[in-house]
Nanobody, 119 residues
């Protein structure tokens, strides 16, 4: 049974940092690329950062360039999102997502973790 457990969200002041974690189980972790999405109130879910299944490439949204970093530790079945220089505009629910490298339409989603950045 596939399970994704997210943690690390919370309330932080602008300029602060948080590190989100997503631990996966029930699937072969290294065969899946990893993504972090976020959804702000009243807005559509957007892709924040992506890392390939073999960690040879990452991509990111322009809005988080230079502030957020996605990494993965396959030995721990964990993907991380390090968020520095947080802004109120970063507030939202953050979701980890895994897409099968051979067919990205096959995906798993975490339950989401709330990140709130106060001015």
């Amino acid at each position: 049974q596939v399970q994704l457990v997210e943690s690390g969200g919370g309330l932080v002041q602008a300029g602060g940092s948080l590190r989100l974690s997503c631990v996966g189980s029930g699937f072969t972790f290294e065969h899946w690329s990893s993504n972090w999405y976020r959804q702000a109130p009243g807005k559509e879910r957007e892709l924040v950062e992506h890392i390939t299944h073999n960690a040879d490439s990452t991509t990111y949204a322009d809005s988080v360039k230079g502030r957020f970093t996605i990494t993965r530790d396959d030995s721990e079945n964990t993907v991380y999102l390090q968020m520095n220089g947080l802004k109120p505009a970063d507030t939202g629910v953050y979701y980890c997502n895994f897409a099968y490298f051979a067919n990205p339409k096959i995906t798993y989603w975490g339950q989401g973790t709330q990140v709130t950045v106060s001015p």
